[in-house]
């Protein structure tokens, strides 16, 4: 391949999964020095985002040592244990906020922050940065994080909103890992009406459910936080969804969708907004009633199989499974190897990506 132009060889290479690139780089000092600049990384992270390939489960169990599971898509029933950054420290509950471009935005109360890449393995630890941002507030209150990427300033942020329930306070701190600063705003009119949800990336913004105000009044609503202006905004909800309660927001294949369940009857419909930003884009993916579990409260879809006929589906009972759009079978996964209950699961993005390039500080490797 020495006689290839790089560009050919580049393109060629930007279409291969991570781990065999990986091995790559020791084919030679052209190939490792191709594969680990910034360019090819971008190229690479494109080529995913476009064909949407090389996604994985990633899903934290229930249990006190507080392990993590990747699960390939192709074979969501086969679990591999991750290393990530906290877990050799025994110490605390860690969480994901987020995952953007194959990154991982991991917390632990004790010891803080890390960005992590579960394919590359590495990671860069942030362990003063919500301690920094600690208040007397954080005591007796609510937060909810995000983690995204803005592509005007090619910079990944951090989001948190922290929201009191004993006194008047609302207060949203905003990350720059890049500049490695941040700052405080007191200007948020909204309520976030989930105390388990993260933001959700997609389109150069962060989403959660809220209602506007300080109290839990009038109908719920999607609320984004673009990452460029640093700036609210509301996204509208489908005109089809009346008497439905939104109880989760996502993101599936490229678009935003929202799950709308109802008091009066055991259903729960799935919307997706085909084009972002458009209300009459938004098309009924499926609906189904409580016929495996009890709740349909938290419904979450994530993917859909190859052939683009099922949709895979997590419910509140800690249950995965395959919802076939033709006829609406359900089809209960049952992970092999592992007997504990997991209680959540994020869709990650096989990827390069580091953030090696936007912090002076060294980038480690679990």
Same mark, same amino acid.
């Given at each position: 391949? @020495? ?43 494109? %080529? ?7 996604? +994985? ?12 599971? &990747?699960?390939?898509?192709? +074979? ?99 990350? !720059? ?36 105000? @300080? ?13 460029? @202006? ?17 109880? %989760? ?10 799950? !709308? ?17 458009? %209300? ?6 499926? @609906? ?28 509140? &009972? ?11 079978? %359900? ?36």
């Amino acid at each position: 391949m @020495s006689s290839l132009p790089l560009d050919l060889i580049s393109d060629i290479l930007s279409r291969l999964p991570v781990k065999p690139l990986l091995r790559f780089r020791c084919v030679s000092k052209r190939f490792c020095s191709l594969i680990d600049s910034q360019d090819f990384v971008k190229l690479h992270l494109n %080529q995913a985002i476009e064909t949407n390939s090389g996604l +994985s489960l990633i899903v934290p169990t229930l249990t006190s040592d507080n392990k993590f599971f &990747s699960l390939e898509l192709d +074979s969501v029933d086969n679990p591999v244990e991750i290393e990530y950054p906290f877990k050799k420290y025994n110490r605390g509950h860690t969480s994901v906020i987020g995952c953007c471009h194959g990154l991982l935005a991991m917390f632990n109360r004790r010891l803080g922050m890390s960005v992590f890449n579960p394919t590359t393995k590495k990671f860069k630890l942030f362990p003063q940065f919500w301690s920094d941002c600690y208040t007397d507030y954080m005591t007796n209150n609510f937060h909810f994080d995000g983690f995204g990427y803005d592509a005007s300033t090619d910079d990944y942020k951090l989001v948190r909103i922290i929201q009191s329930y004993k006194v008047d306070y609302l207060e949203v701190i905003i990350y !720059s890992l890049k500049a490695d600063t941040w700052r405080r705003t007191r200007e948020f009119p909204y309520y976030i009406l989930d105390d388990r949800c993260n933001g959700v990336f997609i389109a150069g913004a962060l989403h959660w459910l809220a209602a506007r105000g @300080s109290v839990r009044t009038g109908q719920n609503m999607i609320l984004a936080f673009d990452l460029k @202006s640093e700036k609210f905004y509301e996204v509208q909800q489908p005109h089809g969804m009346k008497g439905g309660f939104c109880s %989760q927001v996502g993101v599936l294949r490229g678009c935003l969708w929202i799950n !709308s369940y109802y008091h009066d009857e055991p259903r729960c419909d799935i919307w997706v907004m085909k084009e972002y930003g458009s %209300q009459q884009s938004w098309s009924k993916l499926c @609906s189904f009633s409580k016929m495996l579990h009890e709740t349909c409260y938290y419904t979450e879809a994530f993917a859909f199989s190859k052939d683009g006929d099922k949709a895979l589906i997590y419910q509140h &009972s800690r249950c995965l499974h395959w919802y076939n759009l033709k006829d609406h079978k %359900q089809d209960v996964i049952e992970i092999h190897n592992e007997n504990q209950s997991f209680w959540d699961a994020f869709i990650c993005m096989g990827s390069l990506a580091s953030i090696d390039a936007y912090t002076t500080v060294g980038v480690d490797t679990v």
